[in-house]
Structures are given as structure tokens and as C-alpha cells.
């Protein structure tokens, strides 16, 4: 597979009629030349068909579920918040739904990042770029601000001439109501992000008045700043300058890979055609430039696997228009692989090959994360146990010969129920535990308020006869909710003094 590495589009193309170098357009502009160039706006054309059906569907959905997950109330106990989806710094919670974290339990926050990865891998060497064509949140705001700069300006010729108009109150009226628009867009995005970290009923409340917390203020600017700068004016610039991913996926594609491909088995020898001309000894493609002015990176597919190809099929819903409009075939752009086109070209049947090494590795290692993902969330544990001997004294030995060890421990109940839990000390024969005010006795019984961690004072005192070394390794045990959990420790005998 050819893969340009050129960073800046050998086909911007915006304005002209055919591919344009960087040098050439700064030859144009009378420069000698340089490490950069000014950006070439882009104005993609408007374009209907399956693919921007697709966009446009999965655009409101995700949005959608953007906005509105924050305001998903789901019934918790007690005092603690409703909402289903909530990051709670000053908890210290993450709630997902049913499903409450920790802090101690970021593992599970690992897993998830994994598995995202791993289907993202999985997804690029299957189907190229998906991801950054239709679910990537750079493209889905840019796609929205595209459709807010066209009801504002019209569609690309349209923009082309207001752009190069001189100021008149048409002018800034529209340019005015876009930007506005932009901004307004800006501010609910960062206004639904901070709703994720707070209470969204009381914070919407609180932040009109002044007394929201800082960091709401802080963050809404901050992220109404950055959509409105990334998907109004740099756009292709963050996929192309700022963004690692497509270097990366360089390494998950292969002749395999499916990708948004012109097959030039089939287009050409291209060039212009008459609509009393016939086909013999030319190709479908008729040069018409339909795939690049649709196209929101600038490019043109034509020329091969780039590394600016966001895979959104737009190319393809106008070639696909052209070649009706023609009577040819549809596909002359179309989901394909570099394998397949090769063959096509030489008389082959095309074969695809889902199942390959590299998409057998990945899926694999998808499978077993999200196994381990789940077996880890099914036998997690609402108790949780850390002991800590006492330092100060080491021990004490009492009158009668017995030592006595002290302990802190702190016991977690992550339930939102309380929990009623059995205290036990292993590893010394015949030990007594009790807590201050309490008896002594072979265990202990302990309340656990809900959704709380407990501390939990127990001294541990053993006859001088069970005491065999210096250092007795041992353990505590609290069993309740039909589980057992351990917390190992050491019991210090007294025999040597050594901590």
C-alpha cells in the first residue's frame, strides 16, 4: 500500500480546477519558498447520499447522548447523587448507572481505556479510518459548525464569493450570526463536559447566579474557546498537524484494510466527456473534480491512500451522483481494499480477508481484556480491609505474660446498604481481639455505615505459650455479605525487641 506522508494536502484544490503543490501556490503568491505555507481555506460542497445519511445520523446521535446523559437521573440510598453518569471529585466517585468506583478501583478505568483501544485497533485494521470519519469528536463539531456556516452563507460557491467580497453589511450580518452561532455551540459543549462533574440540576442553578464552583467557570470558558477555534478555524489543520492517530493507524492498515478507494482499474485513462461521446478506450472517470470540492480535508482520493483521508465517504456520494447523472456505474469510489483494485486490474477475482494476522492479534487481545473486564466487575467485592500496626508502642506485655499488638483497621463498605461484618485474627493460636469499651473475644462484630470507609481500632493480645518466634506472620479476616476479605499483617511477640 502507498502511503503519502506529505503532511500538507497535495490537493487542497479549493479554488482551482486541478492539484496544487505547496511550492506551486507559493510560486503563485511570488515567495522562493519555506518550511511553511499560509492555509488554503476549504469549502466542501454540500453533498446527498448513503454516506452523508450516515454522518448526519450518527452527528445527532452522538450529540445526542452528549447533552443529555448528564440530565439521566437513576435512583441511589441515602444522600448519595442521582445522576446515572457522575464524576464526583469532592466523593470521590465515579458512577456509571448501577455501577459505583472508587478510587482504589482505577484498574477498572485502565481495562476500559484498553478495550477502547484495542476496538479502535481491531476497527482501523478492518476499516480504515472510521473512527476519525464519522465518530471522532473533531469531525462530528466540524460537520456542525460546516452545517452553521452553510445556512449562514450558503454552500461552497456561495462562501467562495462572500469570502472574497468586500465588507458590506450582507457581508457581516452573516459573518456575525455564524460566529455567534459558533460561540453559542462553544458554550454547550462546555457547559454539558462540566455537567458531568457536578450535580446538573443544582450547577445549572448555581452557575447563573455566581456561585458555581471555579473550576465549572474555568472549564466551560476554556472548552467553549477550544471547539469554537478547532472546528471553526483550524478544522483540518488539528486532524492533520495536531492529531497523532493518523500516524499512527499507518501501522494497523495493510492491502487488506478497507479504505475509501478510487479504483483506477476502472477510471482510467480519465478526462472530460461529451454526452454524445462513448466510452470505448477511456475510463468512468471524467475529471470532474466532484470528489475533491466535496471533499473536508481537500484532498483528492484519486491520487492514492493519504495520510489526510479521514475515510468519511463523501467522495463517494458525489462520484456516485456524477456517475448516474453519466449512465455509468456507481463505486467508482467506494469502500474497497488496495489487494482487491490490484486484482480487479489484472482480471482477478477480488478476495477480502477479514480474518488475517494482525485483526486475529487484536481481537483476541480485545476479547480477553473485556473477559478479565468482566469477571473483575462480576466477583468485585463490596468490602474492602487495610490493616496498620500500631509503631508506637510495637507491644505491650501484659502482667499476666500475654502480648498485646494494637491495630488500626479501615474497613470499607462500598454498598449502599449497611453491612454487618465479622472481625477475625489468624496466623497465632488462642488470640483474643476486642475494641476499646468492648470485651475481649475470639471475634468481633462491626456495623459498617454504607458507601463509607471505617476506622476500626482492635488490639490482639496472645498467650506466651502461642508466641514460637519474634515475628509471627498473621492476618486479619472480615467476612459479611456472604464474601471474606484479608488484609495481611505481622504480630510482634516481644521475644526480640525489632520492629
Known sequence: MTVVIDCVSQNRAAETTGPVSPAARLRKKGGAGGLYAPRTPIYPKLVRGRWRAIKWALLALMLGIYYVTPWIRWERPGALPDQAVLVDFEGARFYLFDIQLWPQEVHFITGLLVISALALFLATALFGRLWCGYACPQTVWTDLFIYVERLFEGDRNARMRL?????????????????????????????????????????????????????????????????????GHMREQVCIYMCPWPRIQGAMLDHHSLQVTYRYDRGEPRGAHKKSAGWDGR??????????????????????????????????????????????????????????????????????????????????????????????????????????????????????????????????????????????FSGVPGVRVRTPGRPAAGALRVILPPNEVTAVRVFVTARPEALTAARLPAAFEVTGQGRTVRAKTTFLSGAANEL
Open 163 to 231: 469570502a472574497a467580497a468586500p465588507l458590506s453589511f450582507d457581508k457581516a450580518w452573516r459573518r456575525a450570526g455564524k460566529h455567534l452561532t459558533w460561540l453559542a455551540i462553544g458554550f454547550a459543549t462546555g457547559g454539558a463536559w462540566i455537567f458531568y462533574f457536578h450535580d446538573a440540576p443544582t450547577l445549572i442553578q448555581q452557575y447563573w447566579v455566581g456561585q458555581a464552583p471555579a473550576t465549572a467557570y474555568i472549564f466551560s470558558v476554556l472548552l467553549t474557546a477550544t471547539t469554537y477555534v478547532f472546528a
Open 283 to 424: 475510463g468512468d472517470c471524467i475529471d470532474c473534480q466532484a470528489c475533491v470540492v466535496a471533499c473536508p480535508m481537500g484532498i483528492d482520493i484519486r491520487n492514492g491512500p493519504q495520510l489526510e483521508c479521514i475515510n468519511c465517504g463523501l467522495c463517494i456520494d458525489a462520484c456516485d451522483e456524477i456517475m448516474t447523472r453519466v449512465g455509468r456505474p456507481k463505486a467508482l469510489i467506494a469502500y474497497d481494499t488496495d489487494s482487491a483494485v490490484t486484482e480487479r486490474e489484472k482480471g482477478n477475482r477480488p478476495r477480502y480477508k477479514l480474518l488475517r494476522p494482525r485483526t486475529g492479534y487484536y481481537a483476541v487481545a480485545l476479547v480477553l481484556v473485556s473477559a478479565l473486564m468482566a469477571y473483575g466487575l462480576a466477583t468485585r467485592t463490596s468490602l474492602d480491609l487495610h490493616a496498620l500496626r500500631d509503631r508506637n508502642p510495637t507491644f505491650v506485655r501484659l502482667h499476666d505474660g500475654a502480648v498485646r499488638n494494637g491495630y488500626t483497621l479501615k474497613i470499607a463498605n462500598r454498598g449502599f446498604e449497611p453491612a454487618a461484618v465479622e472481625v477475625r
